[in-house]
């Protein structure tokens, strides 16, 4: 079927949906600006992500942890919202169920005025005390010094899920039940590898909803969604969640 009838397809079950579950990953964000991990461009100082958001990576050495974190702040900050993340805005505006579930850090999301994002991974622009689990917002900047608990002032980590660790219980609740109710999810700019995130597009499917992938790559989701677009999230999105006249 040719893209624009698939667009059009899915785009009728969107309009028709009671619920509708939005899943989302670095690729909605990378024509802002922000680099994905798994792209060219996810060395820093010749530094493998995997190898630095880790514990043992910050248990090893707080402040390259930590330099690292300002440096991706930096980038993000340079960066805008793009029309992906502003038609998802748009559509839960309009009052349907609507659940966006993120596995981004980058804050795009709510940037665009997207409001009660289930952020899975956590968020770059928060610090979270180990020891009591204050949270504390951080605004961009260089890297100055290992951010300290206003509570009990000790040593800051980044808010952020990192490789081998837990979900934040609630996040992680919140996205199933959106899976397991959805009428219509969607899954965005995801390679669809990082578990759980994963595998909920695979549970709101055997839950009988109607699965849309955007994604410029084949991924696993690819097998069993009911409609795949190949195109770019910030061009596809307003397309699919537009609901202005005109046909797609
Ligand atoms: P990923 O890097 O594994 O995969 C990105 C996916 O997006 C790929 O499948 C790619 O084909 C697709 N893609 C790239 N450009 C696209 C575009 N313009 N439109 C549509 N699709 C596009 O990302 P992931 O699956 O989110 O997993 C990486 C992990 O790294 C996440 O857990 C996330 O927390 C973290 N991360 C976050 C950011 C961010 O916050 N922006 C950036 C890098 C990594």
């Known amino acids: 079927m040719p893209v624009n ?25 990378a024509e802002s600006g922000v680099p994905t991990f798994r792209g060219a461009e996810g060395l820093w100082k010749k530094h493998r992500p995997e190898d630095l958001a880790t514990p043992e990576a910050f248990a090893r050495n707080r402040a390259l942890v930590w330099e690292w974190y300002r440096w991706r702040q930096e980038l993000v900050s340079g960066t805008e ?26 804050g795009h999301h709510e940037r665009a005025g997207s409001r009660d994002v289930v952020e ?19 605004s961009a900047g260089p890297f100055t010094g290992i951010p300290v608990c206003p509570s009990c002032g000790g040593a800051m980590r980044p808010d952020i899920v990192w490789f081998g660790e837990s979900l934040p219980e609630a996040a992680l609740h919140r996205a199933l039940l959106a899976a397991e109710s959805a009428e219509v999810f969607v899954v965005v700019g995801t390679s669809a590898v990082v578990q759980p995130a994963a595998s909920l597009p695979g549970i709101a499917s055997s839950r009988g909803a109607k ?10 989701v690819s097998e069993f969604a009911d409609c795949v ?16 006249e005109g046909s797609p």
């Open 120 to 138: 899975l991974h956590g968020n770059l622009f928060r610090a979270r005390c180990p020891g009591d689990g204050t949270l504390a917002s951080l």
């Open 229 to 244: 677009v190949r195109g770019t999230a910030a061009e596809t999105l307003p397309r699919l969640f537009s609901m202005e």
């Open 81 to 106: 919202p793009n029309a992906a993340h502003y038609a998802l805005a748009a559509h839960a505006a309009r009052g349907v169920a609507f659940t966006l579930i993120t596995q981004n850090v980058d």
């Open 211 to 220: 699965v849309i992938e955007v994604n410029l790559e084949e991924t696993p």
């Open 5 to 29: 009838e698939r667009i059009r397809a899915a785009r009728e079950w969107i309009e028709r949906a009671g619920s509708i579950t939005v899943l989302t990953g670095a690729g909605v964000s």
